[in-house]
């Protein structure tokens, strides 16, 4: 189930702009025609970001494919390798400009309150907190990365699917409200 879920997440990530609507309740009078496209523009650029994480969770998960998928299992296995490093460039910065203009999305709009603001916030927070376990990872910040017990901590708060289908049931239901 855990592999299943872990293939529709970048896929929801992708539908999100779809759903989106500018005209929609929330993103209607004055300022909200700008932020609301600030906040689609966010959830495009972690659309984006989420092609490292798709193509990785498909390399990992097709080791254990049987052996009747080995074309595919090598196709993989060759896309990752090749691709693996500008991903994880792209990745990185597309995910740290969408915590960037989430936020400034957030705040244009902040003052309309509500059960969406909240939805908003609680988002944009996970972005937030993934955000800065990520980029410790990246640069090794030290001394957070001298100590192997808070390292492997580190990746596994990273790398973990809670926080993940939190946040993106909480952008269904911010982008969902009127």
Known sequence: MKKQLSMILPFLIMVLPVLADNDAGFERGGDGGFAGGLGNFAVFLLAVGAVYVAL?????????WPEDYEEWKTLLKDLYRQYRKPLLTIHNWMMIAAVVVGGIHGIFLLSRGGFQVITGIVAWGIMLFLAIFGTVIYYKMRPIW??????????????QWILSIILIIALLIHVGIN
């Open 56 to 64: 990785r969770v498909l390399y990992v998960w097709s080791k254990s």
């Open 146 to 159: 001298d100590k192997r017990e808070v390292k492997g901590f580190v990746r596994f708060v990273h790398r």
